[in-house]
């Protein structure tokens, strides 16, 4: 998972904490942001008063799912950021889209100076998510120098979190020399968690592709998994049969299990592997994978896939892996996919 704020024009904070630059993580890599260490306490709660503009909250009562959700998001943030959270329950509209929802809204101010030099605060807020298993959603993504904002998920339980700050003017290199205002060194965090279940339609499958799993009612069954990349498909022959089909990331909704839909759409034939259903030797969820690729039949050279299937395949195959550790085939035998694991070479 992927969490970072692309503005860099804070760099006159950094020097002051003694850092030499300010750097953006690369958007291609999607490292997952290293485990913080706990917030001092000097890192007093700051008040929220005056935040950053949002939509009304009509009070009322919420889903027992969400409620959930919001306490433990609340915990987040009073344990990653040590600041006092403000929460309000009722009817909104989201701050990612305008869209009209029930749930709770989260704000809380910080310090980007009592930060130091521990990351961002969205980042931060991400990890503690991810740590207890919560998903990212790649359809919540934006960056920009004002603010970021991700989506986490675990099933219909959807959290929005976001960040908001004045990201300064990066052609003024001259505030580089100064330390930043009071209005620069504030950042606002929101977090809105809803009921949310995850449509088919806006996941990023062309219809050309997923019209065949659709027909075959699979949407009801499974919902497009945006954790690991956008759009979550590969292209391939992956049966060899000449005619293109494609390896589309799903999850099943009743137990959150993930695996791979290997839709045939040429031919109107889907087959799912993992998300619930058995992969031999290696259980039935792919929830391990941070990757996935595609190793083209016949091709001896490859910079990102450096493993090769020991078995003949009927086509191309899909490569599935986690960063820096375990890699494994899913291949067409002829007969069925079949699965073979590597360990991932560094």
Known sequence: ??????????????????????????????????????????????????GPELSAVTPGAIARDVSVGCDSAAQFVRRALALEVRRQEGVFDDSFRGTRRVGCRLTAR??????????????????EFESRHWAHDLRYDADGPDGSDVGVRQRESLCLVMGRWDGGDDSDTSSAARPPTAEEDRFDVIIECVHDMPSNADAGVPDSIWKTAASAGLDSLY????????????????????????????EQRSTGKLGIAFVHYRVG???????????????????????????????????VIRDRPTSPTAGDALWVARRDSISAFLFWNGRGYT?????RRK
Request: charged share 25%; hydrophobic share 40%.
């Open 1 to 50: 998972m992927r969490f970072h704020r692309s503005a860099c024009w804070r760099q006159r904070l950094v020097l002051l904490l003694g850092l030499a630059a300010c750097k953006r993580q690369p958007e291609a890599g999607r490292e997952p942001v290293r485990t913080a260490a706990p917030v001092s306490a000097n890192q007093a709660p700051v008040s929220v008063d005056s």
């Open 223 to 250: 919902a497009i998994a945006v954790r690991v990349q956008y759009p979550p498909y590969i292209d391939g022959d992956f049966d060899g049969d000449g005619l293109p089909d494609a390896a589309v990331l799903v």
């Open 339 to 343: 699965w073979e694991a590597h360990t």
């Open 110 to 127: 910080g310090s980007f100076t009592k930060l130091g030099n521990r990351g961002e605060p969205v980042d931060i807020v991400g990890q």
């Open 269 to 303: 034939r889907v087959v799912v592997v993992g998300a619930g259903n058995a992969i031999a030797g290696d259980g039935d969820d792919l929830s391990w994978i941070d990757e996935f690729d595609a190793l083209r039949k016949g091709v001896s050279f490859d910079n």
